[in-house]
């Protein structure tokens, strides 16, 4: 009981601290912290991606050294998506009730050293050795990156929580879509960086070189983040933007007498649009990781590339996403003044219309800009619908518990697109699989139109 007193004593949230009364502190102190907040979880995160991005690009090399089937890979490989599913959710509510200064080098450290911990066990443990017939080495490998997923899993939620702390409401879609383009760069260097080791330093240098990285950038994690403004004396973000700031009902002293619990159940789970959101949020990841999983096998299969064309055409998905991530912020925070409804509803709308373009398209130029604009139009709705959008219908109170409560109906939808996408192909056919992805691009888009609606009858 000590040690786990002493746990909880180290990672609790922080008392609020003396107030700041000198507005030049203020100013001056607010500025430092918000950049290097900004700036240590925007790297961080790339950090966090390359070491759990890093297994796309190993798994043909372990097939090979390890004599596994696609079968056994593909079960290795959803390890983390089922452990991140109910990660995200769990870690959300924890994230919330935790120094996010704390929590965050230590979910990194986890995940670097269960990445050294898979290739120690691929070192010493023969791929041979069984038990009831089931590989012993495939089980173990297994359940060390379903861990990885799940410590992976507690780095979004104090994300999503200092960005809703430290930054104002009209500015947080901006910054917010900023930060999340880390998804997109985090995905494309860790394919780049996991290539070279490949080639030159093996298969296993994909996993100990990037921990190595990890385990030094977590001191630098810790050193650049705080919990929220007031556990340094300064005031909430929303007064110290506008003096004249008014909070709405949900944040007001009523909601001060409200346990965590009753906070989680108002604003998540009796929150009808928390729930479209999250329904919403499965749809969209149904389409990213039913496109950046699958369409390299469709272009091979149909357009008849060949494996390095058609991994050179969708290295374009996450490399020209970025400006749908970014850009889904500045346009809704911009010109739509915060609303987040419009921007996922033109987005989805495009998805579609660009998926049903690339399947039909027969000139290889066009091929680019279909999966660029594929791309642009996922990243719009997958950092607005499961972050801004959530955060802003629930209260900041939770926003870790309802990032993470959305990001888990959203892995449920990867796990969908990969076994569903799967499926369709051998019982049907390729035009299918992309009819399907159409499908759900489609039941987002009609999701969002009745959260726009229903958002547009309360403001009338």
């Known amino acids: 009981m000590g040690i786990l007193n002493s746990l909880k004593e180290f990672y609790k949230v922080p008392a609020p601290a003396e107030p700041i009364t000198d507005q030049a502190v203020i100013d001056k102190t607010y500025a430092m912290w918000r950049m290097r907040i900004f700036f240590s979880m925007f790297f961080g995160y790339i950090i966090f991606y390359t070491c759990r991005k890093n297994i796309s690009v190993a798994l043909p090399a372990i097939q090979q050294a390890l004599g596994y089937s696609k079968l056994e890979l593909g079960l290795l490989g959803s390890s983390l998506y089922f452990s991140y599913a109910a990660g995200k959710f769990i870690n959300g509510i924890i994230a919330d009730n935790t120094n996010a200064k704390r929590i965050l080098p230590t979910a990194l450290f986890i995940s670097a050293l269960v990445n050294i911990l898979f290739i120690i066990c691929a070192h010493f443990v023969s791929p041979n050795l069984t038990f009831g017939g089931f590989s012993v080495l495939l089980f173990l490998l297994a359940f060390f990156w379903g861990v990885n997923g799940w410590f992976q899993s507690m780095g979004f939620p104090p994300i999503a929580k200092n960005l809703s702390y430290w930054f104002a409401n009209k500015e947080r879609g901006v910054k917010w879509s900023l930060w999340s383009s880390s998804h997109e760069i985090g995905t494309y260097l860790s394919m780049i960086l996991s290539g070279y080791l490949i080639t030159h330093y093996g298969w296993e240098s994909v996993f100990y070189v990037p921990a190595c990285f990890a385990i030094i950038f977590c001191f630098f994690f810790y050193k650049n983040l705080q919990d929220k403004p007031v556990s340094i004396g300064l005031p909430d973000i929303e007064k110290y933007k506008d003096p004249d700031y008014v909070e709405p009902v949900k944040e007001t002293d009523e909601e001060d007498n409200y346990t965590y619990s009753d906070i989680f159940k108002k604003y998540i789970i009796k929150n009808p649009t928390v729930w479209l959101l999250a329904v919403a949020y499965i749809f969209v990841y149904v389409v990213r990781y039913g496109t950046i999983d699958w369409l390299v096998m469709y272009q091979v299969d149909m357009k008849h590339y ?15 996403g970025v400006l749908g991530t970014i850009g889904a912020g500045f346009v809704s925070d911009k010109l739509f003044g915060g609303k987040r409804a419009p921007v996922n509803i033109i987005c989805l709308t495009l998805l579609a219309l660009c998926i049903y373009l690339f399947k039909y398209n027969q000139y290889p130029i066009l091929d680019y800009v279909y999966v660029s604009a594929i791309g642009v139009f996922t990243c719009g709705p997958q950092v607005l619908i499961g ?72 403001k009338a």
């Open 306 to 320: 060949t494996i390095s064309e058609a991994a050179k055409i969708i290295s374009f998905l996450p490399l020209v």
């Open 387 to 458: 972050g801004l959008s959530a955060v802003e219908s629930s209260s900041k109170k939770v926003a870790s518990a309802v990032t993470g409560f959305c990001g888990m109906f959203g892995y449920i939808g990867s796990i969908l697109s990969g076994v569903g996408t799967g499926y369709i192909i051998d019982k049907f056919s390729w035009n299918s699989a992309i009819n399907f992805w159409i499908l759900s691009a489609l039941i987002s888009l009609g999701i969002c139109t009745i959260l726009l609606k229903k958002e547009n009858k309360k």
